[in-house]
């Protein structure tokens, strides 16, 4: 059974700073994609990052370009997304999710859509104020 707990979030002031950490088990997660998604209230969820198995490749969201990094640590199976920079239109709860693509997968649209994720964790909030 995968499980992902995300951590990490609170409360802080625009131009801040926070660190999610997504810790997931249950299964090797070799050639899985790890990816954050974030939804504000009354609002879909919408892709914010993903990473590939290897970490080669990254793909951000055009909101959050330049301001976030994902990483991961393949031994702790565990992604970070660094947030600098935070704004207020940040607000939301932030979900990691991951699905099975591959060790020579090196990301793709895909990738962007919540949909082709089987796995998810409960979420974190994440809340900037002005």
């Known amino acids: 059974q995968v499980q992902l707990v995300e951590s990490g979030g609170g409360l802080v002031q625009a131009g801040g700073s926070l660190r999610l950490s997504c810790a997931a088990s249950?299964?090797?997660?070799?050639?899985?994609?790890m990816g954050w998604f974030r939804q504000a209230p009354g609002k879909e969820r919408e892709f914010v990052a993903v990473?590939?198995?290897?970490?080669?490749?990254?793909a951000y969201a055009d909101s959050v370009k330049g301001r976030f990094t994902i990483s991961r640590d393949n031994v702790k199976n565990t992604v970070y997304l660094q947030m600098n920079s935070l704004k207020p239109e940040d607000t939301a709860v932030y979900y990691c999710?991951?699905?099975?693509?591959?060790?020579?997968?090196?990301?793709?649209?895909?990738?962007?859509?919540?949909?082709?994720?089987?796995?998810w964790g409960q979420g974190t909030q994440v809340t900037v104020s002005s």
């Open positions: 990473i590939t198995w290897s970490g080669i490749s990254t």
């Open positions: 249950g299964r090797t997660f070799s050639g899985y994609v």
């Open positions: 999710a991951t699905n099975y693509r591959g060790r020579g997968w090196y990301g793709g649209p895909m990738d962007r859509r919540p949909s082709e994720y089987d796995y």
